[in-house]
């Protein structure tokens, strides 16, 4: 439905408080039924997509020597299975765990072949990732923003490689130091020494 067009749905009761609601604008201000139904099926659609985010990679025991890598270098967390499910769950209690998520679907895209299913998992992260609509939004600068506006008129497994590394630095940056300096990192690094010393 295009910014002027009305359909009898929209239509408001004269016992309404808001007598001049409208549906001509995307915003949320209008209490009309067709802005509720749209709202209702958006909701529905992300659970639906969000439901397919697995909650932890699969991955073995580090061992001590890994945990203990994970200090020295931030890619070196980063291309552990078992480094990134600790940061995430740490990047959880910091609420940016969509930092995380964001890249490893990044990841997964630049891996895919089949070009109707690049498409779709570009509409999907964007739709949960870049889109100012979402809740799981990561923070870009506009340049960025712009590159992958242009981008999605023709998607390619590259699309997000920009906006992936611009997370990343962040990550790095601002996450990862308080990371190494955070319980979880400690507690972790503590049990995998402690039963190493035991075996």
């Given amino acids: 439905m295009s910014r002027h067009e ?15 609601a409208c549906c001509f604008c995307w915003c949320c201000c209008c209490s009309c039924s067709w802005n509720e139904d749209r709202e209702r099926a958006w909701r529905a659609s992300r659970e639906t997509k969000l439901e397919t985010i697995p909650n932890c990679e699969a991955c ?5 020597e890994e945990v203990r890598g994970w200090a020295q270098s931030f890619d070196k967390l980063m291309k552990s299975p ?13 609420y940016s ?19 109707h299913t ?3 998992k570009a509409r999907m992260i964007y739709e949960d990732y870049i889109s100012i609509l979402s809740p799981k939004e990561v923070s870009l ?12 008129q023709e998607p390619s497994s590259h699309t997000f490689d920009d906006a992936q590394l611009q997370i990343y630095t962040l990550m790095h940056r601002d996450s990862y130091p308080r990371f190494l ?9 503590q049990s995998v020494s402690h039963s190493s010393s035991e075996s």
């Avoid at 765990?97 to 070009?115: D, G, P, T």
């Fill in 181 to 189: 300096n955070s319980a979880i990192y400690k507690s972790l690094l």
């Fill in 6 to 20: 009305t359909s009898p749905t929209t239509v408001q009761p004269a016992s309404n408080h808001r007598p001049n």
């Fill in 118 to 120: 690049i498409d779709e």
């Fill in 82 to 94: 078992a480094g990134r499910n600790v940061f995430r769950e740490f990047l959880r209690t910091e």
């Fill in 97 to 115: 765990e969509e930092n995380m998520l964001f890249w490893l679907a990044c990841e997964e895209l630049k891996n895919e072949c089949n070009k």
């Fill in 60 to 64: 073995a025991k580090p061992t001590p």
């Fill in 141 to 152: 600068d506009s340049r960025v923003r712009e590159v992958i506006n242009r981008k999605m």
